[in-house]
């Protein structure tokens, strides 16, 4: 059974800190790229970060270059995102992907952890 279960979520302060994982369980880790992605309230689903599954080449988006780091570890099938200088803006839901990087259309969700960021 595929799992992906994200946690490290909470409320944070601006200017604060939060480290995300997301554990992966029924397939083989190794073989899927990961992504970050957040949905605010209102607004459709953007991509945060994303990490290759070799290499482990990254790619961010713009509005959190130089604040978010996605790493992985392949030997613990964990994905993590670490989030520092966080702004009210970084406010939403942050879910976990699983994309098979040699078969298109293999895709795995997690259910999300809530990042509310807030004085």
């Known amino acids: 059974q595929v799992q992906l279960v994200e946690s490290g979520g909470g409320l944070v302060q601006p200017g604060g800190s939060l480290r995300l994982s997301c554990a992966a369980s029924?397939?083989?880790?190794?073989?899927?790229?990961m992504s970050w992605y957040r949905q605010a309230p209102g607004k459709e689903r953007e991509l945060v970060a994303s990490?290759?599954?070799?290499?482990?080449?990254?790619n961010y988006a713009d509005s959190v270059k130089g604040r978010f780091t996605i790493s992985r570890d392949n030997g613990k099938n964990t994905v993590y995102l670490q989030m520092n200088s966080l702004k009210p803006e970084d406010t939403a839901v942050y879910y976990c992907?699983?994309?098979?990087?040699?078969?298109?259309?293999?895709?795995?969700w997690g259910q999300g952890t809530q990042v509310t960021v807030s004085s």
């Open positions: 992907k699983a994309e098979h990087t040699q078969v298109v259309g293999v895709i795995y």
């Open positions: 029924g397939f083989t880790f190794s073989w899927y790229a």
């Open positions: 990490i290759r599954s070799a290499r482990g080449s990254t």
